[in-house]
Every structure is written in structure tokens, then in C-alpha cells.
């Protein structure tokens, strides 16, 4: 029950996250963005502002992941667009973002609009020296969470 009832409360924040003034015009925009661009082109797109806006929000001196996913959750906290779980697992890093706003632009735009959150780890990853790594996302298991997997070289 207390699952139900989670999920209840985090579709509600989902919902309610952006604010009111901007939730008509951010689905038209992604309701005319469709008609003009197609998902694969759309993906690239966010994930270039994506990669914008990480770079107005240099990393530093991250040297652990303790320091990498505090400075995440507090540029993520400092806008109210959720909060990040990292987890290190044995051939990759995963990377939980939880409670973005993204819902704003509507179902439609579930396909694309996670590549802006892509784009600006892939930016932070590679200015902290992953390289040539590949960042890529999968389905969460959290309905309310995008997952990014930055997967260790062979």
C-alpha cells in the first residue's frame, strides 16, 4: 500500500512541479517542435542544450563520486529539478536523476526531452576526464527517475 501511495504523491509532484504560467506554453512547444523535427533529430537538440547549459556550470574539482554527486544534487536542488542518485556498479556508473520536470512537455515528449538531462552529464563526465566513454540511457526502474549508464571501457 505504501508503494501505491508513493507513487500517488510522486505523480503529483510530477504534475505540479512547474509552474502553472508555463506548462501550456512548454507542451505547445513540444507540440510543434514535433511537427517540425523528428524524435531522433529532437534528441539531438536537447541533449546540445543540454550540453549548453552543463557548461555554464563547470564541475571543478570533483575527485570522488561523493564530491560529483553532491555538486550534481546541489546545481539540481539550486533549480528545484529533482535530485540524482550515482551507484557504481561493476562494469558501469549509473546515474538516477529523480523528479525532473521534463513532464512539462508532455507524454509525447518522454522520447526526447531526457536527452537534455543526457547531454549535460555527458558534458559534466567529460570535462571531469571520462573521455571517450559513451553515456547512454536505459529504462529506470523508477517511473519517476531517468537512468544514464556511463559504461566502462573493455
Not at 73 to 87: K, Q
Not at 112 to 128: N, P, V
Request: aromatic content about 12%.
Amino acid at each position: 500500500m505504501q508503494d501505491e501511495h508513493t507513487a500517488t504523491l510522486l505523480d503529483y509532484y510530477t504534475r505540479h512541479q512547474t509552474s502553472v504560467q508555463w506548462r501550456g506554453f512548454l507542451t505547445a512547444l513540444a507540440e510543434e517542435f514535433e511537427t517540425q523535427i523528428d524524435t531522433s533529430q529532437l534528441r539531438v537538440l536537447m541533449s546540445r542544450i543540454g550540453v549548453r547549459f552543463a557548461a555554464r556550470h563547470p564541475a571543478g574539482e570533483c575527485t570522488t563520486l561523493d564530491d560529483l554527486a553532491a555538486f550534481l544534487n546541489n546545481i539540481w536542488s539550486g533549480l528545484d529539478w529533482g535530485f540524482v542518485r550515482l551507484a557504481e556498479r561493476d562494469d558501469y556508473l549509473s546515474i538516477e536523476h529523480c523528479c525532473a520536470p521534463l513532464a512539462a512537455f508532455g507524454e509525447r515528449a518522454a522520447p526526447w526531452a531526457s536527452a537534455f538531462l543526457e547531454g549535460a552529464y555527458q558534458h559534466w563526465l567529460h570535462e571531469l576526464g571520462a573521455g571517450s566513454l559513451a553515456l547512454q540511457e536505459y529504462q529506470s526502474a523508477n517511473a519517476h527517475a531517468y537512468e544514464f549508464r556511463l559504461l566502462k571501457a573493455p
